[in-house]
């Protein structure tokens, strides 16, 4: 076998594979539903802990259920590091998360392939629960393999069907022996979907990740007055149904009247009894607020609540709230940034800086090592979806810069944080 630094991953391999790995929980739709832990995800895990141990990495499974791959199987020194998540929300697509886990699989096979060894190990690995679909809060499995979350507290996290976490590891047999948290990687890349419109439109085939933006995940539950739909006076109501969409609608104006990067979303709103002559008893919906920005994040948090206090006066209901996910935004490492803006340019690709608008497992992993991301194209912006699509030329593109990037952080000097540990 020659020796010589790869220059191109397969692309038809790389997208060979995540058909594959689409066909597990295929929706019959284009779509995916692997929501975390359950048998479809397990499946998932197995299919690509099969590809791994096929290429001779050595595969290591933690107490949450993060699976890291490293190669060569015998290292022992921290390792460059990339991957994503393979769960999906309800309604997913073939390549949010997929692909990142997919790509980095791809890019240590070639480099396999190829004869070179780099300076550092590399390794690729896949995070429990990135999406929190099924549990609270969202990259749970990230955030304990950083130190951010105790271990025996996210295994007593509770599912939105009942579920207990740490039963559930059990049950698809994903709960390792390893310490949570990890030792840290050497430096961490995540290649991953947009999930937006900006590359598409602006036909630009790689983005450089600069920042998440601040995420906070709130559950209200509103308790009023049951009573008859048709002879209960308008007056005398107590409607927790009225109160959550008046909560809906103040989350859309704070987002208006902030501008900027501010968002928010009511994603969930159930009601009991739910029928359609009875005035509920009960609404429990969600808030979802964002922003870059941590000062404007924190304003947006207590303009809704203000609004909260307001509405429940008015409607003579009361509201409690809990907590779901508080994540603060985070601020990449900027020469991984910059090694992802030269490995574009070198290629000839059309390259750009930009925020990301999701959350994703390289802000956890930001605490602790070097670390940054890199986007490439959703046709029309669309994710969380089943006709989320990427177009090939652009998967490849993606895979190849990942390559790039890894092999320079592998054989490169890397800067450890001072600042105990934390990239904000």
């Known amino acids: ?135 609270a809060p969202d990259m749970l499995g990230s955030l304990v393999y950083v130190g951010g979350l105790p271990l025996e507290e996210a295994l007593d996290t509770v599912a939105i069907d009942g579920a207990v976490l740490g039963d559930e590891l059990e ?28 590359l598409e439109a602006e036909c630009i085939t790689i983005g450089a990740v600069t920042s998440v933006q601040g995420i906070l995940w709130f559950e209200l539950t509103i308790v009023g007055q049951s009573n008859h739909a048709g002879t209960t006076p308008m007056r005398l109501r107590r409607d927790p149904a009225l109160a959550a969409a008046e ?57 809704l609540f203000d609004a909260v206090e307001r509405i429940a006066a008015a409607e003579s209901v009361t509201i409690e709230h809990r907590t779901l996910a508080r994540f603060e935004p985070v601020v990449f490492d900027e020469t991984v940034i910059g090694l992802v803006v030269d490995a574009a340019e070198r290629r000839n690709l059309p390259v750009r800086r930009l925020p990301s608008g999701a959350g994703h497992d390289a802000q956890m992993l930001a605490r602790v090592c070097p670390s940054a991301m ?13 006709t989320e699509f990427t177009d090939a030329d652009d998967l490849q593109a993606g895979a190849d810069v990942l390559l790039d990037v890894m092999l320079r952080l592998a054989d490169g000097p890397i800067d450890r944080p001072t600042d105990g540990g934390v990239h904000q």
């Open 247 to 303: 909560i809906a609608v103040t989350a859309r104006s704070i987002a208006r009247d902030l501008g900027g990067d501010q968002v928010a979303t009511v994603g969930r709103i159930d009601l009991h009894p739910n029928l359609v002559n009875v005035i509920p008893a009960r609404a429990t919906l969600t808030v979802d607020l964002r922003n870059t920005d941590p000062v404007e994040l924190a304003r947006a948090e207590r303009m």
């Open 1 to 135: 076998m020659t020796t010589v630094v790869p220059h191109a991953v397969d692309g038809a391999r790389l997208r060979g594979r995540l058909d594959e790995l689409a066909a597990v929980g295929d929706t019959g739709d284009g779509g995916v539903c692997r929501l975390a832990l359950t048998e479809a995800d397990g499946a998932g895990r197995d299919l690509v802990v099969t590809w791994m141990r096929d290429l001779g990495l050595r595969v290591d499974i933690d107490g949450i259920g993060n699976v890291i791959g490293t190669w060569p199987a015998d290292a022992t020194g921290p390792a460059v590091m990339t991957g994503s998540h393979i769960d999906t929300v309800r309604t997913g697509g073939r390549f949010d998360g997929n692909y990142g886990v997919l790509a980095g699989l791809e890019v240590i096979e070639t480099v396999i392939e190829s004869g070179f060894v780099p300076a550092r190990p590399l390794a690729v690995g896949f995070f429990t629960n990135e999406e929190g679909a099924r549990f």
């Open 171 to 198: 049950r698809i047999g994903y709960r390792g022996p390893l310490p949570c948290p990890a030792s840290p990687p050497a430096a961490f890349v995540e290649l991953h979907v947009e999930q937006g419109p900006i």
């Open 374 to 386: 890199i986007f490439v194209p959703s046709v029309g912006g669309v994710s969380h979806n089943p």
